[in-house]
């Protein structure tokens, strides 16, 4: 990863920020990205505040990248909004439904489509995109995340096959519940609307899993950052669950 310019959005918190710290460890010159300047000021890193969910958000973020570090090697697509304000398909206001996909699914597109190509003509690329375990199945009350995160494995697997003649692999990763921000707001609204506790609420979902805990953003941040090296370079099209042997 010496010196290979990298690229992570939802670089401010959570999954995102370990993914930029262990990349630049390995040696990457990354480019945080996120909407919070205040989240990515402490993260010691380069970085750009930027509405991803807009074309002209991520032609800002690939531009600067660019600008500043050189041509996009490395891309790390972990932005992303959750379901916790959702509804039942038939009570879901449109509005969350565009606005999940313009955020979960239209500011990938954009992303891979401006810097994808680049990758190419050079020879060299890695693409991993942050998906999640309802990537593949379902959740009650979450129609637009669901086929938001099931959008994005399609959307790597097609990248997959546009992009791998040309020495460039894109892949998923498909993580269980991790203890961010975004899953504690979940967590909160969840335990109101069933009036139990926020300490109830995770106690549950641990027992998801064998271990019955849940996952550190730093592990799902391990293997990303395992896919975007050199080592991982059979890996293409792939949609890698991180859910500690949970079947969700």
Known sequence: MKN?????????????REASLLLAAAGARVMGVARTERELATLGLD????????PEGCARAVSETERRLGPIEVLV?????????????????????????????DGPFELARLAVGGMCQRGFGRVVFTSSTAGEKA?????????????????ARAIAQDAGPFGVTSNAVLPGWVRTAM???????????????????????AALYPSNRVLEPREVAEVI??????????????AITVALGGVW
């Open 4 to 16: 290979r310019v990298a690229l992570v959005t939802g670089a401010g918190r959570g999954i995102g």
């Open 139 to 155: 959740e009650r009350c979450g129609s637009a995340y669901t086929a938001s995160k099931h959008g994005l494995i399609g959307l």
């Open 47 to 54: 970085y750009v505040a930027a509405d991803l969910g807009t």
């Open 183 to 205: 899953a504690e707001r979940s967590a909160g609204t969840e335990a109101e609307k069933r009036g139990v506790s926020v300490a109830d609420v995770w106690r549950e979902r």
């Open 77 to 105: 697509i972990n932005h992303g909004i959750g379901s916790a304000h959702e509804r039942l398909v038939w009570e879901q206001d449109p509005a969350v439904w565009r606005e999940t996909m313009r955020i979960n699914l």
């Open 225 to 238: 950052a395992f896919l975007c090296s050199e080592a991982a370079g059979g890996i293409n099209g792939e």
